[in-house]
């Protein structure tokens, strides 16, 4: 998105000179040429960026200033005044402005000062997202269980914690809660007050995952209109936790064992040294030994990762953690969903309890979220559990299947994601929700089982 530019001058040819200069530059420009006029268009329209000359027809433009800040705190505001006065220039500073540019100035140096004052914001913008994202220390985002095998994980987050730049490699099937390990790590450590960067290595094209963990220098491809920092830069002091670690290219690897050993990278394109303090917390799925010895993972950074190892443990291993997290998400989706479900009957805990749970976790979430939907009561019962979990305890006659080829795999899928979306009126965002997949997947099913609204 485009930066929105508010140019404040009482000279017109001004006001147009630099909206002509600043569009071309790709900006979105408004142009004011009162004090009176500034604070209307703050009021209505949202800005990136606020230039504005000291002396107005209306009001002092210290005044202006002050104003501006009352109304929106974290607005950049580059002040133009016509004299060199430097008392007048402390005055803005101490106000709230981001700098100060003397009149007449040259339009390179003020387009400069323009890239570096966008940049600026948009680094405080990526900071308060980081301390948003910090909210997944909310309810629901702790690892909880009973169970010897989740207790020895707690134990050894609470011990990893404690180090400040041990690298961890972090184990386990999918929907096991790899990530909520890694949360625990960085918010129990002295870095929990730093930035916590995620990226999904499997997820991301390769050459823009470099670009994202490494950043760029501009010109550094074509696309590469001013510089970028990557999330190495952004986490420093902070945590870096990659996802899917066996996804990372050959060449990458060696970009990241640089980093785990010199706490030093370079951007793309960039011909100078950066260093960072920064955790590294990788997760796989995959048994990376196995990949080393294939030759599909370097050795060197296998080692240099695993300095602390966390296995998370299957759910079908911790059996007795099931009820337990079951009611958890009960009572988590009750303030959501806003239902009156209080507990789950006896019969429904069995089918939890002798499920083998392969999506872990995570299916045991969605499939809490989805029986709560259905649920008109006070209880969730088997009938508002999925078919195929019923159907994989042999259970088949409560449900009136006779038809043995309803019982493969498949039909049962295609069934299951029938009935969401049948109870999600076809909403595909909001079955793709209960269904735990996104929405490129569901389509991907819809297709394969050929499955319409008509």
Same mark, same amino acid.
């Given at each position: /998105? ?49 230039? !504005? ?8 433009? !210290?005044?202006? @200033?002050?104003?501006? %800040? ?5 607005? #950049? ?32 140096? =003020? ?38 095998? *989740?207790?020895?994980v707690m134990e050894l987050i609470e011990m990893i914690s404690q180090t400040p730049r ?11 809660? $790899? ?10 450590? %002295? ?7 995620? *990226? ?27 510089? $970028?920092?990557?999330?190495?830069? =952004?986490?420093? +002091? ?9 996804? /990372? ?6 970009? =990241? ?37 294939? +030759? ?15 296995? #998370? ?24 969903? +806003? $239902? ?17 749970? &392969? ?20 209880? *969730?019962? &088997? ?37 969401? @979306? ?25 297709? $394969? ?6």
């Open positions: /998105m485009k930066a929105a530019i508010l140019v404040v001058d009482d000279d017109e040819v001004m006001r147009q000179t630099l909206s002509d200069v600043l569009k071309k530059r790709g900006y979105g420009v408004s142009t004011a040429e009162t004090g009176g006029q500034t604070l209307s268009y703050i009021k209505d329209k949202p800005f990136d960026l606020v230039l !504005l000359d000291i002396r107005l027809p209306d009001m002092d433009g !210290l005044d202006v @200033l002050k104003r501006i %800040k009352e109304l929106e705190g974290d607005l #950049m505001v580059i002040v133009m005044t016509a004299y060199s006065d430097v008392q007048t220039a402390v005055t803005a500073m101490k106000s709230g402005a981001y700098h100060y540019i003397d009149k007449p100035f040259e339009l390179e140096e =003020l387009k400069i000062l323009i890239q570096k004052a966008l940049e600026t914001q948009s680094l405080r913008n990526e900071i308060r997202r980081l301390q948003r994202q910090g909210g997944e220390k909310h309810q629901g985002g702790e690892i909880y269980g009973n169970s010897p095998l *989740i207790k020895n041990t690298s961890v490699l972090i184990q386990g099937e999918s929907g096991t809660g $790899k990530e909520l390990a890694a949360n625990a790590i960085h918010y129990r450590s %002295k870095r929990a007050n730093k930035p916590l960067m995620k *990226i999904n290595c499997g997820a991301i094209p390769e050459n823009l995952l470099e670009t994202e963990l490494f950043g760029y220098e501009k010109g550094a491809f074509t696309d590469a209109k001013g510089t $970028k920092k990557g999330l190495l830069e =952004l986490a420093n +002091g902070g945590t870096v936790f990659l996802d899917e670690i066996a996804e /990372m290219k050959s060449y990458l690897q060696t970009k =990241l064992l640089r980093v785990l050993e010199s706490q030093r990278f370079m951007r793309v394109g960039g011909e100078r040294e950066i260093s960072v303090d920064v955790r590294i917390i990788a997760a796989t799925n995959k048994d990376l030994s196995a990949l080393v010895n294939a +030759g599909q993972f370097r050795k060197d950074l296998y080692y240099r990762l695993k300095v602390m190892v966390i296995e #998370m443990p299957p759910l079908k291993e911790r059996r007795e953690d099931t009820l337990l997290l079951a009611n958890r998400f009960v009572e988590e989706n009750k303030r959501e969903l +806003g $239902k009156n479900v209080t507990g789950i009957s006896e019969a429904a805990r069995e089918y939890l309890l002798n499920y083998s749970w &392969p999506g872990n976790v995570r299916e045991l979430k969605n499939i809490v979220e989805r029986a709560m939907i259905l649920s008109d009561g006070n209880e *969730i019962l &088997p009938d508002h559990l999925p078919i195929e979990l019923r159907k994989s305890q042999g259970n088949t006659a409560s449900v009136g299947v006779t038809d043995s080829a309803e019982l493969t795999l498949e039909a049962a899928e295609k069934k299951h994601i029938t009935d969401v @979306l049948m109870l999600m009126e076809w909403n595909k965002s909001k079955a793709s929700r209960v269904l735990g997949i996104s929405r490129s997947t569901l389509r991907e099913k819809l297709k $394969k089982y050929a499955i319409s609204e008509a």
